[in-house]
């Protein structure tokens, strides 16, 4: 088990697609536990479900579970493919052909690329970056690159700092928190005076590590 991820492992040594490979098999408790209960949720919404339209989306998204039958409902349920999905539910394959590379290294290499692919989808969307018009390919590549990297030491300094100050939440919730801190501005005759959003003692806590309250 990871303690610093919360998930359990199993490592091996096999063939896989015709060459010798290091084969790892992940288990996460808490994905595991999230698939059942989305999964439970559709059946029940499927269950008491009138709409015709929304039937037919339902019954798709639970394919194989879900089928087509001659009865009252339209659908049966498939217990066997139900139960293969909750013993599938939150395990991971991964396979490398260095076979010298521990099962912890493989999935926290794993993770760090997860956060680089997030940290690209942040920019092309929460962060609406705007395209960079007139200029050529190479040096729109070059700027996205440096952005993007930059974006990725970013959320890399944040999850280090969550883990040493032990502040229990995640980068994206941090994230949320943070967005919701801003400057506002007040006018007065020719005057203005500017004042940060009152933020509360667990929050004011939480950003201790990162002096985000100094400001």
Not at 48 to 68: C, F, G, H, M, R
Not at 146 to 172: D, H, P, R, T
Request: aromatic share 10%; hydrophobic share 35%; glycine share 4%.
């Amino acid at each position: 088990m990871s303690k610093k991820n919360g998930v359990y492992c199993v490592e091996d040594v096999g063939n896989l697609y015709g060459h010798e490979c290091k084969i790892v098999v992940m288990l996460d408790p808490d994905k595991r536990n999230h698939s059942r209960v989305q999964r439970d949720l559709l059946l029940h919404k499927l269950e008491s479900e009138t709409s015709k339209q929304k039937i037919a989306k339902l019954k798709k998204n639970l394919k194989p579970i879900v089928i087509p039958a001659r009865s009252r409902r339209g659908y049966q349920i498939i217990e066997s493919e139900e139960e293969f999905a909750r013993r599938l539910d939150g395990r991971s394959l991964f396979f490398s052909t260095d076979v010298s590379m521990s099962g912890k290294y493989i999935i926290r290499t794993y993770f760090q690329r997860d956060h680089i692919e997030k940290a690209f989808r942040f920019l092309r969307g929460d962060a609406s970056l705007s395209p960079v018009k007139y200029q050529l390919p190479g040096r729109i590549e070059a700027y996205l690159s440096v952005v993007n990297f930059i974006s990725y030491e970013l959320i890399a300094a944040i999850l280090w700092k969550i883990e040493k100050y032990k502040i229990g939440i995640s980068c994206e919730e941090l994230i949320e928190e943070a967005s919701k801190i801003y400057e506002v501005e007040f006018t007065s005759k020719d005057s203005k005076i500017y004042r940060w959003t009152h933020i509360s003692k667990d929050v004011e806590k939480m950003f201790k590590p990162f002096k985000i309250v100094s400001i």
